[in-house]
């Protein structure tokens, strides 16, 4: 005797559809608040690098001897606060000779933000001093420089860099030390609570994810 239930699934089974697209179809909300973490966590993975520059103290003391035997002290990475004492290399310096090898400091200008970079005489070619907006009133004689520690093929906008240098005649190896006097730890503590709320509001977003899940807006 077949003893197997015969009895037909009853009128209100709830058949759900197996697959990517339907489970896409009935998860819209916790699809959404999941696409505003993972946003937020980009954001907040940056602002903790700054933050981690910014709360570093005394820079590390570079010398022209190191950097002219691709030796940086132990320990330095790029990334860290570093200084520097030298005197600018540069030549005629004019608005209309700037950007040019006479001049002997390359621009790179990109969304109204212009970048200046030039070499000192004490390291040649193998170190670059970057500035952010505009060049120092002084560019003669000895001074310290602090900043964050880069290279040629690490600084902002890498291609417009490249350009920018080849036509100020300034070396362009990827590998060459920049310092970008534009990044030190003052300036970064002054925007702190900028980046406080950027990771005030990515925490946020993942205790919204864990509380509301799926949960449509206004319980619709």
């Known amino acids: 005797m077949d003893t197997r239930n015969k009895r037909p699934l009853s009128e209100d ?18 699809l959404m608040r999941l696409f505003t ?20 103290g005394k820079p ?5 001897e190191q950097i002219g035997s691709g030796k940086l002290p132990a320990g330095t990475e790029i990334g860290d606060y570093v200084e520097i004492t030298g005197s600018p290399d540069v030549g005629e310096v004019r608005p209309n000779t700037v950007g040019r090898p006479e001049s002997g400091i390359a621009v790179v200008s990109r969304y109204s933000t212009s970048y200046f970079y030039f070499r000192l005489e004490e390291t040649g070619d193998n170190l670059l001093i970057q500035t952010t907006q505009g060049l120092p ?32 005649g300034l070396p362009r190896d990827e590998s060459i030390p920049v310092v970008n006097t534009g990044e030190t730890p003052e300036y970064l503590r002054k925007i702190f609570p900028a980046y406080s709320a950027i990771i005030a509001l990515w925490l946020l977003s993942v205790a919204w994810l864990i509380w509301k899940r799926n949960k ?5």
């Open 13 to 30: 089974h709830h058949y759900e559809p197996r697959g990517l697209g339907p489970w896409i179809g009935r998860n819209p909300w916790l």
């Open 37 to 56: 973490v993972i946003v937020f966590s980009f954001a907040a993975s940056t602002v903790a690098a700054n933050f981690s520059y910014g709360l570093e």
């Open 60 to 64: 590390t003391l570079l010398s022209a």
């Open 137 to 168: 009133e002084d560019l003669q004689g000895e001074r310290v420089w602090r900043g964050k520690l880069e290279t040629v093929g690490t600084v902002i906008f890498h291609d417009t860099t490249q350009d920018g240098l080849k036509s100020a």
């Open 216 to 220: 449509p807006f206004l319980g619709l």
